[in-house]
C-alpha cells in the first residue's frame, strides 16, 4: 500500500484504485493498436483506435483531477498552511500548461 500524507489522500486513491480496469483496457487498445500497426492496417482504422484509447485517457484525467480537487487541494486550503497552498495552486498551474509536477522539497519550480 501506498504511504499517504493524510487520510483524504488514502480515501482518493481508494476511489482512484477502482479504475485500474480502466487503464488495463487502455492499454489493451494501445496493444491493439500495436499490432494493427505491424500489420499494415488502414491509417483511417488505427486513427479511429488511437482516439478511442486517448478519449478514455481523458475521462480518466478528469476523475483524477476532480478527486485530487476534493480531497487533497481542499485539505490543503482548509489546513491554512500558506505554503502547501502555494504549492498546490503550484502543481495546478504546471498541470495546466502541462508540465510535470514537482513537489515540495525539489529544487527546481516549473
Not at 499517504?4 to 481508494?14: D, H, I, M, T, V
Not at 494493427?36 to 486513427?47: K, L, S
Amino acid at each position: 500500500m501506498p504511504i499517504f500524507k493524510s487520510g483524504l489522500e488514502k480515501k482518493a486513491w481508494k476511489i482512484l484504485k477502482k479504475h485500474i480496469p480502466r487503464v488495463n483496457k487502455a492499454i489493451g487498445q494501445l496493444n491493439g493498436i500495436k499490432k494493427m500497426i505491424e500489420e499494415g492496417r488502414y491509417c483511417p482504422e488505427i486513427i479511429t483506435q488511437l482516439r478511442a484509447v486517448s478519449s478514455a485517457c481523458q475521462s480518466l484525467e478528469i476523475i483524477m483531477l476532480q478527486k485530487h480537487l476534493e480531497c487533497c487541494v481542499m485539505e490543503a486550503f482548509q489546513s491554512n498552511d500558506k505554503n502547501v497552498q502555494k504549492e498546490k495552486i503550484r502543481e495546478l498551474t504546471n498541470l495546466y500548461k502541462g508540465k510535470n509536477i514537482l513537489y515540495v522539497g525539489d529544487e527546481k519550480h516549473g
